[in-house]
T-cell receptor, first 111, second 111 residues
Framework: QKEVEQNSGPLSVPEGAIASLNCTYS??????FFWYRQYSGKSPELIMS????GDKEDGRFTAQLNKASQYVSLLIRDSQPSDSATYLC???????????FGKGTMLLVSP | DVKVTQSSRYLVKRTGEKVFLECVQD?????MFWYRQDPGLGLRLIYF???????EKGDIPEGYSVSREKKERFSLILESASTNQTSMYLC??????????FGDGTRLSIL
């Protein structure tokens, strides 16, 4: 059974701080890793994809992947109140069409 | 940009009715998915399809069926709606190994 674990939160950070969201996964055959942002009442929106070990930066977002530790994280720099949402980690295993989703971490950014 | 369109944002039906939820994508993706999302339970995969007329059960297929007669369209059918099927339903599509892109969701209430 493939599992993706996330702390449910809420993670509370002040505006301008760095928010760090973490995710662990159980399947060592996992090859593709994604972060989605979901506002309340809305559908998930893809914000980052990462496929190899190391860091990948896109604007204020940095995804970090460590396959040896089966760990993927998302850093949000200069957090804004508009970043307040639930962040879902999703993992794809080689040869599978499906993604395994974590249950998400709620982030609250206070002004 | 990928566009996944779900036929209704809000839908109210009665118990015992047969309910159809429609999803259309415009990016020639081979994979299409139906999820339901409930508070505290995360995203749960109902069915997916990796090609026309092909379907695979997800984690919670009971009480549901699907149809994929054309590559761009994937329908979810509630054979006889029950109150425990009240939920947010999300359709997604993807290429193999790539991230899934979600529609806006259908909030379905069964009375």
């Amino acid at each position: 059974q493939k599992e993706v674990e996330q702390n449910s939160g809420p993670l509370s950070v002040p505006e301008g701080a760095i928010a760090s969201l973490n995710c662990t996964y159980s399947d060592r055959g996992s090859q593709s890793f994604f972060w989605y942002r979901q506002y309340s009442g809305k559908s998930p929106e893809l914000i980052m994809s990462i496929y190899s070990n190391g860091d990948k930066e896109d604007g204020r977002f940095t995804a970090q992947l460590n396959k040896a530790s089966q760990y993927v994280s998302l850093l949000i720099r200069d957090s804004q109140p508009s970043d307040s949402a639930t962040y879902l980690c999703a993992v794809n295993s080689a040869g599978y069409s499906t993604l395994t989703f974590g249950k998400g971490t709620m982030l609250l950014v206070s002004p | 940009d990928v566009k996944v369109t779900q036929s209704s944002r809000y839908l109210v039906k009665r118990t015992g009715e047969k309910v159809f939820l429609e999803c259309v994508q415009d990016m020639d993706h081979e994979n299409m998915f139906w999820y339901r999302q409930d508070p505290g339970l995360g995203l749960r995969l109902i069915y997916f399809s990796y090609d026309v007329k092909m379907k695979e059960k997800g984690d919670i297929p009971e009480g549901y069926s699907v149809s994929r007669e054309k590559k761009e369209r994937f329908s979810l059918i509630l054979e006889s709606a029950s109150t425990n099927q009240t939920s947010m339903y999300l359709c997604a599509s993807s290429l193999q190994g790539q991230p899934q892109h979600f529609g806006d969701g259908t909030r379905l209430s069964i009375l």
